[in-house]
């Protein structure tokens, strides 16, 4: 009898060409797929996520599901797992669920973190989790400004990478804070789905508000104007985080 598993996994995505399979590519999905098929005794067994995140993107709070026919305890499945997988990748919690959920149709919400590094010097130690500013700090209060026309519901064309094939690109973003840790700078955005590079798009446009090269009213022209080529860079990849996926159930 077929069990369906939901697992909240976290992984390290410096050494990863993103989440999804890609031929001839270390991938996340490929590694745990590779796990599952050896604990089944060579039984493919597929996961899907709530959604993919692009090479060294990292995951805090990224969701999966998978059909088991193993009955392994639930404890012990997350140990199973954590033991063979390796250890950029780690199972924090597994827990059975409906037959009807879904990793990815089901998802209520999502929140991610963008983290810049504004020390003059940046820890190497941090060189591929935040973005470094070489000491420059932004205007907060600007971003926050600037921010406000993001929240709500858009159709963020502008924020959305020109290469992808999803048609309608309406979002709700509910919310959308700064918060400084130390000399690091945090964006912490929610909403209930984000476009291909919405998130680093966004990050990157705020950021050139901060630095006084664009003015926070900008926004409101550049969302209307549904023009990827209006917005700001992408930002980089090592300082985006998946933190959480919300579901309703």
Aim: proline content about 3%; aromatic content about 10%.
């Amino acid at each position: 009898m077929k069990r369906r598993m939901k697992a909240t996994i976290a992984y390290d995505g410096t050494n990863f060409s993103g989440y999804q399979v890609q031929p001839e590519q270390r991938t996340v999905q490929e590694e745990i797929e590779k796990v599952l098929t050896k604990m089944h005794k060579g039984e493919i067994v597929h996961v899907t996520a709530s959604g993919r995140t692009d090479a060294r993107v990292h995951a805090t709070g990224q969701v999966i599901h998978f059909d088991t026919t193993l009955s392994i305890p639930l404890d012990r499945y997350v140990r199973a797992l954590n033991v063979q997988l390796p250890r950029d990748i780690r199972v924090m919690k597994i827990e059975e669920v409906a037959e009807g959920f879904h990793a990815r149709y089901s998802v209520h919400g999502k929140r991610y973190r963008y983290i810049w590094s504004c020390e003059a010097i940046q820890s190497p130690f941090r060189r591929f989790y935040a973005t470094p500013t070489n000491g420059v700090k932004p205007d907060v209060e600007a971003m926050e400004e600037a921010a406000q026309y993001i929240l709500g519901t858009h159709d963020f064309s502008c924020f959305c990478a020109a290469n992808t094939s999803v048609k309608d690109k309406v979002r709700t973003v509910s919310s959308l804070a700064f918060e400084w840790h130390g000399e690091e700078l945090h964006m912490v955005i929610e909403g209930n789905g984000f476009l291909y590079n919405m998130v680093r798009i966004i990050a990157g446009t705020l950021w050139e508000v901060g630095i006084a090269k664009r003015k926070p009213n900008e926004l409101a022209e550049i969302i209307a104007s549904m023009d990827r080529g209006k917005a700001g860079k992408t930002a980089p990849a090592q300082g985006l985080y998946l933190e959480n996926v919300h579901y309703n159930t």
